[in-house]
């Protein structure tokens, strides 16, 4: 079946404009990650989305950053305000989660490569 | 506090040959799980094996094993019989049942030499 997909997969703004980054979860999964991965270095987790369950937004690095799920499935994420230290790739992932334990392994999409000029 | 450890930031090994990578990570909780994923270079992070706290077994898929010293708190990746398709980023993750991420070292690269 098709994975997990996001668009767009790569993304070059100016400086202070908005952006909007979408991700595709596999089908049935309910849980949705998002996490950035800048130049080199590992990932860091922004937002969980599970089911109807409020978002877990403890990672998003400051309020230009938000993210909403509709209908349980797409998401978009979206930076407001961009700035130069915004560019990085934006991951996303999915798990199926039917009982939230340790061993939910989360399937990754290719990633959108953001560039802030 | 940093959860995951990979203290290699490059390895190179000889085609055909077993390489290990290193991970340790750091938590109170007595569940959780370790996960290795391979980033080739078109970016896509590849799920290739899983290890729960509680297994009592060391996890295989084929040619990765995973080598689990609980005492140490360590989960090597073990990758047997090298090959070029292997070169890429390699990275160490952990689930807890405390929050929802996964808390990922800072990787390793792997060049495969032919």
């Known amino acids: ?117 | 506090a940093q959860k995951i450890t990979q203290t290699q930031p490059g390895m190179f090994v000889q085609e055909k040959e077993a390489v290990t990578l290193d991970c340790t990570y750091d938590t109170s909780d007595p569940s959780y799980g370790l996960f290795w994923y391979k980033q080739p270079s078109s970016g896509e992070m590849i799920f290739l094996i899983y290890q729960g706290s509680y297994d009592q077994q060391n996890a295989t898929e084929g040619r990765y094993s995973l080598n689990f010293q609980k005492a140490r708190k360590s989960a090597n990746l073990v990758i047997s019989a090298s090959q070029l398709g292997d070169s890429a980023m390699y990275f160490c993750a952990m689930s807890l049942n405390t929050g929802n991420q996964f808390y990922f070292g800072t990787g390793t690269s792997l060049t495969v030499i032919p």
């Open chain 1, 1 to 117: 079946g098709a994975g997990v997909s996001q668009s767009p997969s790569n993304k070059v703004t100016e400086k202070g404009k908005d952006v909007e980054l979408r991700c595709d979860p596999i089908s049935g999964h309910t849980a949705l990650y998002w996490y950035r991965q800048s130049l080199g270095q590992g990932l860091e987790f922004l937002i969980y989305f599970q089911g109807n369950s409020a978002p877990d937004k403890s990672g998003l690095p400051s309020d230009r950053f938000s993210a909403e799920r509709t209908g349980g499935s797409v998401s978009t994420l979206t930076i407001q305000r961009t700035q130069q230290e915004d560019s990085a790739v934006y991951l996303c992932a999915s798990s199926l989660e039917e009982l939230a334990g340790v061993d939910e392994t989360q399937y990754f999409g290719p990633g959108t490569r953001l560039l802030v000029l």
